[in-house]
């Protein structure tokens, strides 16, 4: 299949590159080159069975980005460090404005743009920039070609050795109505303790526009990283993630990703457990409403002996919306004596939304512990008439039901950290649904 | 060691005996199924290769109608025309060489009426694999398939007084062909996927059975397929009919002599099941392990109907096969229960398909895999509930062992839920043979082995439970012999 113009990405992207240090210039032509030339994603694998690829190809290259944020978010109005050890604002995939708390500036930890980064902190950017993109089989590279060629902007975070961050990270992102690709980069190194939270919303709940980004995480020996992803956009803007981490010895990583928004999401995030002890968690939370199209896509490589991992994903779907989930467990003759835990659960709030699912396990040695499990079933009726009996209203009792069904993931989110902004969302939709 | 409670010489001799009864299970298959007839006797083979002579050619030998004829037309070209599946195993599916296999063969120009008038080349293959014996054990009837086509059928008495139709395809196309032409490829049209387009095509014998009324059929109905001639395919095919109220148990089972070079199986089963009948389909196949088998199985319940896919799979080189059921009429009930053993060299990419189309049906799906020596069992399965399907429910458990590092575990179930007032569950489970069973069971005085394989038997045990008694043994022999040699 043919891709749509891609003279003006040529453009975009060399007028991009002008400004960078040869070796990301020379990355950009590279991914430019794989993107144009390898074909779409074959829809014969479940990665892309229920998301038409075409439809996340970009017509055109991208908008030149705002540079105004619009009204900051209300912790990062105050101007006070009290719940965040650093902000940052992101706009169209360009970061605006970056902080760290200065009292503890002297930790050496860094919330900077990266193309900045790449041009003055190249030892810490290049051996890690675009490294994991063959991970996990290079699945889904494609898009991720094209972030890499195209990306605006994004934001380098850099954890030292050994630092431990008692407060998030937090980090606001808006798109507009144009096409942005951003590209950002997570570092935590060794023997380190940092939680990331990205907060992602559209500028006006009516802008339809698209966002392809690729985020990079890397955690080192030892390290204990968190990062939150809060999906808030309007109904009918695209997004296309790319999450990309590596573990190495002993280190963990916890995603929570909760996807509240966009008409249409495909989400992609892999986990290479890299070395010997390497652990990830992951938990989502999804709630389909109106008529979203919610994709996403879970890739776990248990590539060392010993390694662990937890997936549990949840969705609820309501109106006409159809959410699906597909996970890929991969414990490959190398992964010896690991153990592998997925779970995928959808309750169905209505009868024109639709849930799919596709758990795949891949198990290539004897020496495993790996489960899965689905399940796909409405509110329970038991549990309705419960909440009832107690003097709940109809309503008020599916919404706790609903609520408490995502509590597991909704506890991960540091205290203070959009958390509560979060269950008045689904609060609000599930009021709406009902 | 303590020598005082070693084994008495007589224990010794029982063990040696055991042990050399279970190594003849395997060291006589050749001389048991390896054996090969003279080929010159043969009454008719089609060269090799595909193409409208040989479709036009198998029909006109046949003398069959025209419209089975034109079917056969149409669904070459539909195969012609249709890629091969970029899924599942790519690499040995591309091997595949069309040009190079038989596409017809037949053994004898007439069908045996009794035993008596079966040709004695054909008989002595039957000895082989215990037909008459079968017979002796009360079996309802034999259709074995013998190359294309069937040569000998008998059907009992009894059956035949119930109006019960036990017979080849061919047979019932010719006398039945009413009930055939309106049910034939109704439940999987040739365009439904390139092997069903090619069965479509080429097709010669399997089995033709319909069930009035309100009969239940109280005995299995049988049939044994072989492969003979190198090279050649077969492409069976099979069409079950339960009236209403009516009960049904077919059984197929497979074994075939062990030949060097590919041979390619692609059967078509279509089950349809009536208002409150029920069907029970029973395979164990056991191809030698250059067979490829790609077959479509496929049934449609209507309501208070059941319908039940028992499926064993051990053999070929690679199968590709995933029983189906659509549960088109109310309360409707599917039960797919397989279990699979995939031995080195070899791909079980084995499944089932439940489709929910009708409100308060129900399905359980059970599936056990089993790979060694570096063989891989791969899960792959479909749940879809269609909108209007209320009150559905659906069960999926897949259980995989992995007995060496070398083997591989593949899982992937596709569930699509398309209406709300339903539960839709699945779990799998991968693992090793546990070290506490195994602890457990050589601490009371089994050795490493024979504990394994007690541990496999138990694991399968959901499956040949659910088996008449004759073939729950020869499953059980079968599994010992993958097993030998499995600890070391």
Same mark, same amino acid.
């Given at each position: 299949?043919?891709?749509?113009?891609?003279?003006?990405?040529?453009?975009? *992207?060399?007028?991009?590159?002008?400004?960078?240090?040869?070796?990301?210039?020379?990355? &950009?032509?590279?991914?430019?080159?794989?993107?144009?030339?390898?074909?779409?994603?074959?829809?014969?694998?479940?990665?892309?069975?229920?998301?038409?690829?075409?439809?996340?190809?970009?017509?055109?290259?991208?908008?030149?980005?705002?540079?105004?944020?619009?009204?900051?978010?209300?912790?990062?109005?105050?101007?006070?460090?009290?719940?965040?050890?650093?902000?940052?604002?992101?706009?169209?995939?360009?970061?605006?404005?970056?902080?760290?708390?200065?009292?503890?500036?002297?930790?050496? @930890?860094?919330?900077?743009?990266?193309?900045?980064?790449?041009?003055?902190?190249?030892?810490?950017?290049?051996?890690?920039?675009?490294?994991?993109?063959?991970?996990?089989?290079?699945?889904?590279?494609?898009?991720?070609?094209?972030?890499?060629?195209?990306?605006?902007?994004?934001? @380098?975070?850099?954890?030292?050795?050994?630092?431990?961050?008692?407060?998030?990270?937090?980090?606001?992102?808006?798109?507009?109505?144009?096409?942005?690709?951003?590209?950002?980069?997570?570092?935590?190194?060794?023997?380190?303790?940092?939680?990331?939270?990205?907060?992602?919303?559209?500028?006006?709940?009516?802008?339809?526009?698209?966002?392809?980004?690729?985020?990079?995480?890397?955690?080192?020996?030892?390290?204990?990283?968190?990062?939150? @992803?809060?999906?808030?956009?309007?109904?009918?803007?695209?997004?296309?993630?790319?999450?990309?981490?590596?573990?190495?010895?002993?280190?963990?990583?916890?995603?929570?990703?909760?996807?509240?928004?966009?008409?249409?999401?495909?989400?992609? !995030?892999?986990?290479?457990?890299?070395?010997?002890?390497?652990?990830?968690?992951?938990?989502?939370?999804?709630?389909?409403?109106?008529?979203?199209?919610?994709?996403?896509?879970?890739?776990?490589?248990?590539?060392?002996?010993?390694?662990?991992?937890?997936?549990?994903?949840?969705?609820?779907?309501?109106?006409?919306?159809?959410?699906?989930?597909?996970?890929?467990? &991969?414990?490959?003759?190398?992964?010896?004596?690991? *153990?592998?835990? !997925?779970?995928?659960?959808?309750?169905?709030?209505?009868?024109?939304?639709?849930?799919?699912?596709?758990?795949?396990?891949?198990?290539?040695?004897?020496?495993?512990?790996?489960?899965?499990?689905?399940?796909?079933?409405?509110?329970?009726?038991? !549990?309705?008439?419960?909440?009832?009996?107690?003097?709940?209203?109809?309503?008020?009792?599916?919404?706790?039901?609903?609520?408490?069904?995502?509590?597991?993931?909704?506890?991960?989110?540091?205290?203070?950290?959009?958390?509560?902004?979060?269950?008045?969302?689904?609060?609000?939709?599930?009021?709406?649904?009902? | /060691?303590?020598?005082?409670?070693?084994?008495?010489?007589?224990?010794?001799?029982?063990?040696?005996?055991?042990?050399?009864?279970?190594?003849?299970?395997?060291?006589?298959?050749?001389?048991?199924?390896?054996?090969?007839?003279?080929?010159?006797?043969?009454?008719?083979?089609?060269?090799?290769?595909?193409?409208?002579?040989?479709?036009?050619?198998?029909?006109?030998?046949?003398?069959?109608?025209?419209?089975?004829?034109?079917?056969?037309?149409?669904?070459?070209?539909?195969?012609?025309?249709?890629? /091969?599946?970029?899924?599942?195993?790519?690499?040995?599916?591309?091997?595949?060489?069309?040009?190079?296999?038989?596409?017809?063969?037949?053994?004898?120009?007439?069908?045996?009426?009794?035993?008596?008038?079966?040709?004695?080349?054909?008989?002595?293959?039957?000895?082989?694999?215990?037909?008459?014996?079968?017979?002796?054990?009360?079996?309802?009837?034999?259709?074995?398939?013998?190359?294309?086509?069937?040569?000998?059928?008998?059907?009992?008495?009894?059956?035949?007084?119930?109006?019960?139709?036990?017979?080849?395809?061919?047979?019932?196309?010719?006398?039945?062909?009413?009930?055939?032409?309106?049910?034939?490829?109704?439940?999987?049209?040739?365009?439904?996927?390139?092997?069903?387009?090619?069965?479509?095509?080429?097709?010669?014998?399997?089995?033709?059975?319909?069930?009035?009324?309100?009969?239940?059929?109280?005995?299995?109905?049988?049939?044994?397929?072989?492969?003979?001639?190198?090279?050649?395919?077969?492409?069976?095919?099979?069409?079950?009919?339960?009236?209403?109220?009516?009960?049904?148990?077919?059984?197929?089972?497979?074994?075939?002599?062990?030949?060097?070079?590919?041979?390619?199986?692609?059967?078509?089963?279509?089950?349809?099941?009536?208002?409150?009948?029920?069907?029970?389909?029973?395979?164990?196949?056991?191809?030698?392990?250059?067979?490829?088998?790609?077959?479509?199985?496929?049934?449609?319940?209507?309501?208070?109907?059941?319908?039940?896919?028992?499926?064993?799979?051990?053999?070929?080189?690679?199968?590709?096969?995933?029983?189906?059921?659509?549960?088109?009429?109310?309360?409707?009930?599917?039960?797919?229960?397989?279990?699979?053993?995939?031995?080195?060299?070899?791909?079980?990419?084995?499944?089932?398909?439940?489709?929910?189309?009708?409100?308060?049906?129900?399905?359980?799906?059970?599936?056990?895999?089993?790979?060694?020596?570096?063989?891989?069992?791969?899960?792959?399965?479909?749940?879809?509930?269609?909108?209007?399907?209320?009150?559905?429910?659906?069960?999926?458990?897949?259980?995989?062992?992995?007995?060496?590092?070398?083997?591989?575990?593949?899982?992937?179930?596709? /569930?699509?839920?398309?209406?709300?007032?339903?539960?839709?569950?699945?779990?799998?489970?991968?693992?090793?043979?546990?070290?506490?069973?195994?602890?457990?069971?050589?601490?009371?005085?089994?050795?490493?082995?024979?504990?394994?394989?007690?541990?496999?038997?138990?694991?399968?045990?959901?499956?040949?439970?659910?088996?008449? /008694?004759?073939?729950?043994?020869?499953?059980?022999?079968?599994?010992?012999?993958?097993?030998?040699?499995?600890?070391?």
């Amino acid at each position: 299949m043919s891709v749509s113009p891609l003279s003006p990405l040529v453009s975009a *992207s060399l007028a991009r590159a002008s400004g960078d240090p040869d070796w990301l210039a020379a990355a &950009r032509a590279a991914g430019l080159e794989r993107y144009a030339k390898g074909g779409l994603p074959s829809r014969a694998e479940h990665l892309w069975r229920y998301t038409d690829p075409v439809r996340l190809v970009p017509g055109s290259a991208p908008s030149d980005p705002e540079t105004r944020f619009g009204d900051l978010p209300p912790d990062f109005a105050d101007g006070t460090f009290e719940r965040a050890s650093a902000y940052a604002i992101a706009r169209d995939g360009v970061l605006l404005r970056a902080a760290v708390d200065p009292l503890i500036a002297h930790l050496g @930890f860094l919330v900077e743009d990266l193309r900045a980064a790449a041009a003055s902190r190249r030892a810490l950017v290049e051996p890690r920039l675009f490294a994991l993109r063959d991970t996990c089989d290079g699945a889904g590279g494609r898009f991720d070609d094209l972030a890499a060629a195209l990306f605006t902007g994004g934001t @380098f975070v850099h954890v030292p050795r050994g630092v431990t961050l008692d407060r998030p990270v937090r980090i606001a992102h808006r798109v507009g109505g144009g096409f942005a690709a951003s590209r950002s980069l997570v570092v935590a190194e060794a023997q380190c303790t940092a939680t990331v939270v990205i907060d992602l919303s559209s500028a006006a709940e009516t802008d339809a526009g698209t966002l392809h980004e690729t985020i990079e995480i890397h955690v080192g020996r030892g390290a204990e990283l968190r990062v939150v @992803f809060v999906q808030r956009l309007g109904d009918r803007a695209t997004h296309a993630p790319v999450v990309r981490s590596r573990v190495e010895r002993d280190g963990v990583l916890d995603t929570v990703t909760v996807a509240l928004g966009g008409g249409l999401v495909k989400s992609l !995030q892999t986990v290479e457990l890299a070395e010997p002890g390497a652990r990830a968690n992951a938990l989502g939370i999804v709630f389909a409403d109106g008529r979203r199209h919610l994709d996403h896509h879970t890739f776990l490589d248990h590539a060392a002996p010993s390694t662990s991992s937890d997936l549990d994903y949840r969705a609820a779907v309501a109106g006409r919306s159809r959410s699906s989930f597909t996970g890929r467990l &991969r414990i490959p003759a190398a992964g010896a004596r690991s *153990s592998a835990h !997925q779970s995928n659960r959808n309750l169905v709030l209505a009868d024109t939304a639709r849930a799919d699912a596709i758990p795949e396990l891949e198990i290539l040695t004897n020496d495993v512990s790996c489960s899965h499990a689905v399940a796909t079933s409405p509110i329970d009726e038991e !549990q309705l008439h419960f909440a009832m009996t107690r003097g709940l209203s109809p309503a008020d009792a599916r919404k706790l039901i609903v609520l408490g069904f995502f509590e597991p993931a909704l506890e991960k989110i540091p205290p203070g950290m959009l958390a509560d902004g979060v269950r008045e969302v689904l609060e609000r939709k599930l009021g709406a649904a009902s | /060691m303590t020598p005082d409670n070693g084994p008495t010489p007589a224990e010794t001799a029982a063990a040696e005996r055991t042990a050399s009864e279970a190594r003849d299970i395997g060291g006589d298959y050749d001389r048991k199924y390896g054996f090969h007839d003279d080929e010159s006797a043969y009454d008719f083979k089609s060269k090799k290769g595909l193409d409208h002579a040989i479709v036009e050619m198998i029909s006109r030998y046949k003398k069959e109608p025209e419209w089975m004829r034109e079917r056969r037309h149409a669904a070459l070209d539909v195969f012609l025309a249709k890629p /091969m599946p970029r899924w599942g195993n790519s690499k040995l599916l591309d091997d595949i060489d069309f040009a190079n296999i038989h596409y017809y063969v037949r053994a004898s120009e007439r069908q045996g009426k009794t035993w008596e008038e079966v040709p004695e080349q054909v008989k002595k293959t039957f000895d082989r694999l215990g037909i008459p014996e079968a017979e002796r054990k009360f079996l309802a009837g034999v259709t074995a398939q013998y190359e294309s086509e069937v040569v000998y059928h008998s059907i009992r008495e009894d059956l035949d007084k119930l109006g019960v139709v036990f017979t080849d395809m061919d047979t019932g196309l010719r006398e039945h062909e009413e009930i055939v032409r309106r049910h034939w490829g109704t439940v999987i049209p040739s365009e439904d996927n390139k092997f069903s387009a090619l069965n479509t095509a080429v097709w010669s014998g399997g089995s033709f059975v319909y069930v009035p009324k309100g009969v239940k059929v109280e005995i299995p109905l049988q049939a044994y397929f072989r492969i003979n001639t190198e090279n050649m395919g077969q492409f069976e095919r099979t069409l079950i009919i339960a009236d209403e109220g009516s009960q049904v148990h077919y059984i197929e089972g497979c074994t075939a002599p062990t030949y060097s070079s590919d041979s390619l199986h692609s059967a078509v089963v279509e089950l349809i099941a009536m208002p409150g009948s029920k069907i029970r389909y029973t395979t164990i196949q056991n191809w030698s392990k250059n067979v490829y088998n790609l077959v479509t199985k496929r049934a449609v319940a209507h309501a208070g109907a059941r319908v039940e896919w028992i499926d064993g799979n051990l053999g070929s080189k690679l199968t590709m096969k995933y029983p189906a059921v659509y549960l088109v009429g109310e309360r409707a009930h599917a039960e797919i229960l397989s279990v699979a053993f995939s031995g080195k060299d070899q791909h079980q990419d084995a499944g089932s398909k439940v489709v929910h189309v009708a409100p308060n049906t129900t399905s359980v799906v059970t599936s056990k895999s089993i790979s060694k020596d570096g063989g891989r069992g791969t899960y792959r399965g479909l749940v879809k509930v269609h909108k209007g399907a209320k009150g559905a429910k659906v069960n999926v458990k897949c259980d995989a062992l992995i007995l060496d590092a070398a083997s591989r575990s593949d899982t992937y179930p596709t /569930m699509e839920v398309d209406e709300k007032k339903v539960a839709v569950e699945h779990e799998a489970t991968v693992s090793k043979v546990g070290d506490e069973q195994l602890f457990f069971l050589m601490s009371r005085g089994l050795t490493e082995e024979e504990a394994t394989l007690l541990i496999v038997n138990g694991f399968i045990e959901p499956f040949t439970k659910e088996l008449p /008694m004759e073939y729950a043994v020869e499953l059980n022999r079968l599994i010992q012999l993958e097993m030998e040699g499995s600890v070391g």
